[in-house]
């Protein structure tokens, strides 16, 4: 590990820090303006206890012809238990604004999108204890720990 992956983890040590706020509402304005690479968007989801809208940036991993979006932070994260309170329904943001419905994967499924996603979003290396090279079963060992989700168009 280097001194940046560190970094990264002290970001989110405790629940993202003022500098983790700070870092992500900068990629948020910019990642929903569509400047960063297609791979990357603005999530907007209700929060399940104050009903106001969230935004936050992730990274999105496309494998077999589907796009995901992984927990990094696993559990910890508040984003995987707002979207399951509003039923998956979710905006994603590049460029345009996309009414999504974002479906959970069952943890035996999760392991080869978990290493694509490993692949595209270095930011979440230090917060996914598995090399992003190593064999699909090391990634079986950890799906549970971190919720995936199909993103899916949707018409709300």
Do not use: C, K
């Amino acid at each position: 590990m280097t001194s940046y992956d560190d970094y990264l983890r002290w970001l989110y040590r405790d629940g993202p820090n003022l500098f983790a706020r700070v870092q992500n509402r900068v990629s948020a304005v910019a990642f929903s303006a569509g400047i960063w690479p297609r791979r990357v968007a603005t999530l907007e989801v209700r929060g399940r206890l104050s009903g106001r809208l969230i935004s936050f940036p992730v990274v999105i991993a496309e494998l077999d012809g589907e796009r995901y979006l992984v927990s990094m932070l696993g559990e910890r994260a508040e984003w995987p238990r707002n979207v399951r309170a509003t039923g998956g329904q979710a905006f994603l943001r590049h460029g345009r604004r996309e009414a999504v419905s974002l479906v959970e994967i069952d943890p035996v499924e999760r392991a080869p999108i978990l290493r694509q996603y490993v692949a595209v979003a270095p930011g979440a290396r230090p917060h996914i204890p598995v090399d992003r090279h190593a064999d699909l079963d090391e990634f079986e060992r950890v799906a549970a720990d971190f919720p995936v989700f199909r993103i899916t168009p949707s018409s709300a």
